[in-house]
């Protein structure tokens, strides 16, 4: 069974910067297709971005580029998101999830629902 664990939340001025950590366990295969998503209350799960484990491809969401980086140590079974110049509206509970499941039209991996493994979220808060 894969588990998911997600550190590295907190509390975080505006302008501050983050990495959010998933350690990956229980995987039978190097194909799968990690994502960050986001949820804050009364909002829908967004999603940021997704690395494949394969062949390493990244796609982000939602101008996330800008200031979030999703990266992969494989070796490690670690996948990672930095977050720069954060602001108070990203304020949220950060979730990573993985897919084994592969898509021609890599939109469909920002969709919540094509993950079937989840972990419980690490809160990100920005206040000053």
């Known amino acids: 069974q894969v588990q998911l664990v997600e550190a590295g939340g907190g509390l975080v001025q505006p302008g501050g910067s983050l990495r959010l950590s998933c350690a990956a366990s229980?995987?039978?295969?190097?194909?799968?297709?990690f994502g960050w998503f986001r949820q804050a209350p009364g909002t829908e799960r967004e999603g940021i971005a997704a690395?494949?484990?394969?062949?390493?491809?990244?796609w982000y969401w939602n101008s996330a580029k800008e200031r979030f980086t999703i990266d992969i140590d494989r070796a490690k079974n670690m996948v990672y998101l930095e977050i720069h110049s954060l602001k108070p509206e990203d304020t949220a509970l950060y979730y990573c999830a993985a897919t084994e499941t592969v898509f021609l039209n890599e939109n469909y991996y920002a969709d919540a629902r094509e993950y079937e493994y989840w972990g419980q979220g690490t809160q990100v808060t920005v206040s000053s």
């Open positions: 229980g995987l039978t295969s190097d194909g799968y297709v």
């Open positions: 690395i494949s484990s394969r062949d390493f491809s990244s």
